[in-house]
């Protein structure tokens, strides 16, 4: 059974630029959560999607928005970038999520110059 | 102050010792997970409790819900348990709040 897919692995983009992510989850998991990890912070929560709707949001500007589709792949989108959104971006899926482990991606590393 | 806290930050062991971490929480919480990140980012989910004592091999979660306070212990370490643990609480659903993690050497 195929882990949790996120593409790019690496990506560099500049100041004022916007950013896409994908994550594809295990298959016939609905449920997918987005992470940020920086030296600085550590880990955060970003959001979970579940079934195509948004369920969770942690305290992150509107810059920063995702959305699910019907096969349970979620993409995140990052706006206007800052210098301080370069970091790791995890995802992560589970079959319902809430009591449930997730499973996670090997992540995408976004250097904003 | 942090709702995740854990100690030590950085912890060097001889193979073959016997290992503790630890992570103390300040909120309410529906599950506490163990996490095991190994250096290039991915984290691998170890356990996901919410009371009393999991075993996983050589791995042990416990976790106090009254003292709000969980312990990871590693019997019969090895090298390759070297990474960064980091503890997590869940107040709602994937809601995770993070500890800043601790990194394990291992030494042969």
Same mark, same amino acid.
């Given at each position: 059974?195929?882990? /949790? +897919?996120?593409? $790019?692995?690496?990506?560099?983009? +500049?100041?004022?630029?916007? /950013?896409?992510?994908?994550?594809?989850?295990?298959?016939?998991?609905?449920? /997918?959560?987005?992470? #940020? #990890? +920086? $030296?600085?912070?550590?880990? #955060?929560?970003? %959001?979970?999607?579940?079934?195509?709707?948004?369920?969770?949001?942690?305290? %992150? $500007?509107?810059?920063?928005?995702?959305? #699910? %589709?019907?096969?349970?792949?979620?993409?995140?989108? /990052?706006? +206007?970038?800052?210098?301080? @959104?370069?970091?790791?971006?995890?995802?992560?899926?589970?079959?319902?999520?809430?009591?449930?482990?997730?499973? %996670?991606? @090997?992540?995408?590393?976004?250097?904003?110059? | 102050?942090?709702?995740?806290?854990?100690?030590?930050?950085?912890?060097?062991?001889?193979?073959?010792?016997?290992?503790?971490?630890?992570?103390?929480?300040?909120? *309410?919480?529906?599950?506490?997970?163990?996490?095991?990140?190994?250096?290039?980012?991915?984290?691998?989910?170890?356990?996901?409790?919410?009371? !009393?004592?999991?075993?996983?091999?050589?791995?042990? &979660?416990?976790?106090?819900?009254?003292?709000?306070?969980?312990?990871?212990?590693?019997?019969?370490?090895?090298?390759?348990?070297?990474?960064?643990?980091?503890? &997590?609480?869940?107040?709602? !659903?994937?809601?995770?709040?993070? !500890? &800043? *993690?601790?990194?394990?050497?291992?030494?042969?």
């Amino acid at each position: 059974k195929a882990g /949790v +897919t996120q593409t $790019p692995r690496y990506l560099i983009k +500049t100041r004022g630029q916007q /950013v896409t992510l994908s994550c594809s989850p295990i298959s016939g998991h609905r449920s /997918v959560s987005w992470y #940020q #990890q +920086t $030296p600085g912070q550590g880990l #955060q929560f970003l %959001f979970e999607y579940f079934s195509e709707t948004q369920r969770n949001k942690g305290n %992150f $500007p509107g810059r920063f928005s995702g959305r #699910q %589709f019907s096969n349970s792949r979620s993409e995140m989108n /990052v706006s +206007t970038l800052e210098l301080g @959104d370069s970091a790791l971006y995890l995802c992560a899926s589970s079959l319902k999520g809430g009591w449930q482990p997730q499973h %996670f991606g @090997d992540g995408t590393r976004l250097s904003i110059l | 102050k942090n709702e995740v806290e854990q100690s030590p930050q950085n912890l060097t062991a001889q193979e073959g010792e016997f290992i503790t971490i630890n992570c103390s929480y300040s909120v *309410g919480i529906s599950a506490l997970h163990w996490l095991q990140q190994h250096p290039g980012g991915g984290i691998v989910s170890l356990f996901m409790l919410s009371s !009393g004592k999991k075993k996983h091999g050589r791995l042990i &979660a416990t976790i106090n819900i009254q003292e709000k306070h969980s312990s990871l212990h590693i019997t019969a370490s090895h090298p390759r348990d070297s990474a960064v643990y980091i503890c &997590a609480v869940s107040p709602w !659903g994937n809601d995770m709040r993070f !500890g &800043a *993690g601790t990194r394990l050497t291992v030494k042969p």
